[in-house]
């Protein structure tokens, strides 16, 4: 099927996009990467009278390192972030998650930034934006604004963006010193959307877990941050609790049934894959703190 017809609108800039965005209201949509607005046009399953194309906008395809966060721009590419060394260095489940995203083609042309902005249960980028603290970056006519996660995530396939305002970035916090993260998912073949999905950041001071929490992909309505300190804290990688740790991921996700999976599978595949990704983040938290002690008594030694 091809989409209904609609007016293709080309601004700029973002204050041209914004502009367009009020007088066309919710007649309008922004096009970004097109690889979940497109199929959906093309099934009908929306006719929006307007596309407001921003592919052509200046300055909203990089990608910034800060001290604090990993800050990209409404038109980095999955493929560009994934790609980027710096951001990896500074938040390495970036690319732990952004690999699982389709395949390389989709990822080549789908935007981060539209990928939370179209909030997907199913899409792993919403789920490391609400593990990583992270925010959006909005602007409308009546300005600009910054939301965090959790009033960003308002259900499937819906946010509190308004229909004139343009998700012009989005920034991921860096986590503390002492964290490692892990990323899992499962899904019938690679490149499908996950039946479930979880990623994990464990924070580990002087050998003992300090803070573990995880966020879910394809279990939960929205994107939702689990804190799992309580069920593993306190104890050393090696002696934490991971079938209470499962067994928490367990009661908190909501999982639905569909052609792939029932709910019940799902939700033990989620408490199988945060036992994994625990372990994998605790043990890699536990061994880059062993590396800078060593580090630091080889270079007090010298
Ligand atoms: P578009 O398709 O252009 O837009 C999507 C929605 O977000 C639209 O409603 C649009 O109006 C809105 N939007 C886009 N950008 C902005 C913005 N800056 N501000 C406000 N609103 C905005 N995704 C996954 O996460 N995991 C997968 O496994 C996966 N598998 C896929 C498999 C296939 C075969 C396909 C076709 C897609 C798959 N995707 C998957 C989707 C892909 O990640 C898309 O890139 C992503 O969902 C949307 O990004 P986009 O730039 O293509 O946005």
Redesign the pocket.
Same mark, same amino acid.
């Given at each position: 099927m091809k989409p209904a017809p609609f007016v293709h609108h080309a601004p700029r800039s973002v204050e041209e996009a914004v502009g367009v965005l009020g007088q066309v209201g919710h007649d309008g949509? =922004?096009? $970004?990467?097109?690889?979940?607005?497109?199929?959906?046009l093309n099934m009908r399953l929306a006719s929006p009278a307007h596309l407001v194309d =921003?592919n052509r906008v200046a300055g909203l395809d990089t990608v910034e390192v800060t001290d604090d966060a990993v800050r990209i721009g409404?038109l980095v590419r999955?493929a560009q972030l994934e790609r980027h060394d710096g951001a990896y260095a500074a938040l390495p489940l970036l690319r732990q998650a952004l690999v699982?995203? $389709? #395949?390389p083609a =989709?990822?080549n042309?789908?935007?981060?930034?539209?990928?939370i902005? #179209?909030a997907?249960a199913?899409?792993?980028?919403p789920a490391i934006l609400a593990l990583t603290d992270g925010v959006v970056e909005?602007t409308g006519s009546g300005g600009t604004r910054e939301i965090a996660a959790p009033d960003f995530f308002l259900g499937a396939l819906e946010t509190s963006?308004a229909p004139d305002?343009?998700?012009?970035a989005v920034r991921f916090r860096r986590f503390p010193a002492g964290t490692a993260t892990a990323f899992a998912e499962s899904?019938r073949r690679h490149?499908?959307?996950?039946m479930a999905g979880v990623a994990a950041a464990v924070t580990v001071v002087d050998g003992v877990i300090e803070r573990a929490t995880a966020s879910f992909v394809s279990v939960t309505d929205v994107p939702t941050v689990l804190d799992l300190t309580e069920a593993i804290g306190g104890r050393e990688p090696v002696d934490a609790d991971l079938e209470a740790a499962a067994e928490a991921v367990r009661q908190h996700v909501e999982p639905e049934a569909d052609i792939h999976a029932s709910a019940e599978y799902r939700r033990m595949l989620a408490g199988e894959l945060a036992r994994r990704v625990l372990a994998q983040a605790a043990g890699q938290a536990a061994g880059q703190a062993a590396g800078q002690a060593a580090t630091t008594k080889g270079s007090t030694s010298r």
């Open positions: 949509k =922004i096009l $970004a990467g097109g690889q979940s607005l497109i199929p959906i =921003i409404a999955h699982n995203v $389709a #395949h =989709i990822r042309r789908g935007t981060t930034v539209g990928s902005a #179209h997907d199913a899409g792993e980028m909005a963006l305002e343009l998700a012009t899904a490149g499908d959307y996950a």
